[in-house]
T-cell receptor
């Protein structure tokens, strides 16, 4: 269903700390997951993705973990920087006939303090 | 490679009017998806086009429509605008169904 009046979770960290952003998904048929970062006034920016046949994937300073058993996704950001401050969204897409339809989580506001 | 571009970036319309938004995908991408983003509902899928065909549609009224041209550029149209249509409209392009979608900067629509 759709939520009304979203209240986004927030995460505040100090510069240099590691950040962990969590996301629960509901569709067990989803087989592709993406994390996006959205800064104010901009469109979502791709960070990292993972397919359902994997449980971990690493990028530059970022790691995504996928736990299909409990339908949970997390994004770990190492050595968080002030430029990482943004809203982070997880998104999922199912295979088959879900053509181009990403289903987004509500988002998490990350604030990094210098 | 140039990213996804959207025009116009900002629009102000009044209730009852109609509006057309444009999206140019990344070169070589044939799939274009449209999303509506509002503070209350978050990011919601509108529809997806591939090779000029609408393959998928979200739960929006028929006032929301779109099309795709042979060069993969896409437009979406909203007729009989309502106050609740005020939102950021985002388009994203990808090379296939479950491939990464790359987003444009969005069109901010305000309905007065």
């Amino acid at each position: 269903g759709e939520s009304v009046g979203l209240h986004l979770p927030t995460l505040s960290v100090q510069e240099g700390d590691n950040s962990i952003i969590n996301c629960a998904y509901s569709n067990s048929a989803s087989d592709y997951f993406i994390w996006y970062k959205q800064e104010s006034g901009k469109g979502p920016q791709f960070i990292i993705d993972i397919r359902s046949n994997m449980d971990k994937r690493q990028g530059q300073r970022v790691t995504v973990l996928l736990n299909k058993t409990v339908k949970h996704l997390s994004l770990q950001i190492a050595a968080t920087q002030p430029g990482d401050s943004a809203v982070y969204f997880c998104a999922e897409i199912a295979g088959g006939t879900s053509y181009g339809k990403l289903t987004f989580g509500q988002g998490t506001i990350l604030t990094v303090h210098p | 490679k140039a990213g996804v571009t959207q025009t116009p970036r900002y629009l102000i319309k009044t209730r009852g009017q109609q509006v057309t938004l444009s999206c140019s995908p990344i070169s070589g991408h044939r799939s274009v998806s449209w999303y509506q983003q509002t503070p209350g509902q978050g990011l919601q899928f509108l529809f997806e086009y591939f090779s000029e065909t609408q393959r998928n549609k979200g739960n929006f009224p028929g006032r929301f429509s779109g099309r795709q041209f042979s060069n993969s550029r896409s437009e979406m149209n909203v007729s009989t605008l309502e106050l609740g249509d005020s939102a950021l409209y985002l388009c994203a392009s990808s090379s296939g169904n479950t491939d990464t979608q790359y987003f444009g900067p969005g069109t901010r629509l305000t309905v007065l």
